[in-house]
T-cell receptor, first 110, second 116 residues
């Protein structure tokens, strides 16, 4: 079945760039998503990319998609302490049945 | 900004009891979903709902689960007879489209269910 994998943990210093990586297995994915979850909160849609795109930039966020390698990354420029959270990668097909990764906990040190 | 709202935020129940989790999707959205996240595990798809019927459901969504849109605004998930393993955070989500439209899928803050 479909699977999405992420590393568990990433620690960066405030002001540095963060890069969170994700791999997925379903080649029929239509959209790939990044969600942010702060402690005790829900899943906040950060950004998403259509599967025929290579890159999408949205302010401090850059998403790169390598469809051949089924690799997705999220780069956060000028990472702030408020960016500390769990970041979930998800892949979706028509019907919006998303398959989520296990989440990467980003810790930003001042 | 429009958002998906869920109630209750936390419910504690005894095993075997019925539970109803409620959601108010974003008002102009047409597709509704329930996902769940067992503590320490991945977020998992349960069911999608469109035009007053289930579109897709996962293996998790067995006969003890049901969904309903009783009044055109609320979207509910009922667990008929709760088991210990139903303890999880349940997320409602809504989308303006279910196909390859905008791709936007918005989640609520979740309802934490604890079954004792």
């Amino acid at each position: 079945g479909e699977d999405v994998e992420q590393s568990l943990f990433l620690s960066v210093r405030e002001g540095d760039s963060s890069v969170i990586n994700c791999t997925y297995t379903d080649s029929s994915s239509t959209y790939l998503y990044w969600y942010k979850q702060e402690p005790g909160a829900g899943l906040q849609l950060l950004t998403y990319i259509f599967s025929n795109m290579d890159m999408k930039q949205d302010q401090r966020l850059t998403v790169l998609l390598n469809k051949k390698d089924k690799h997705l990354s999220l780069r956060i420029a000028d990472t702030q302490t408020g960016d500390s959270a769990i970041y979930f990668c998800a892949e979706g097909r028509a019907g919006n049945m998303l398959t989520f990764g296990g989440g990467t906990r980003l810790m930003v040190k001042p | 900004e429009p958002e998906v709202t869920q109630t209750p935020s936390h419910q504690v129940t005894q095993m075997g009891q019925e539970v109803i989790l409620r959601c108010v999707p974003i008002s102009n959205h047409l597709y509704f979903y329930w996902y769940r996240q067992i503590l320490g595990q991945k977020v998992e798809f349960l069911v999608s709902f469109y035009n007053n019927e289930i579109s897709e459901k996962s293996e998790i969504f067995d006969d003890q689960f049901s969904v309903e849109r009783p009044d055109g605004s609320n979207f509910t998930l009922k667990i008929r007879s709760t088991k210990l393993e139903d303890s999880a955070m349940y997320f409602c989500a809504s989308s303006p489209s279910g196909g390859i439209g905008t791709g936007e899928l918005f989640f609520g803050e979740g309802s934490r269910l604890t079954v004792l």
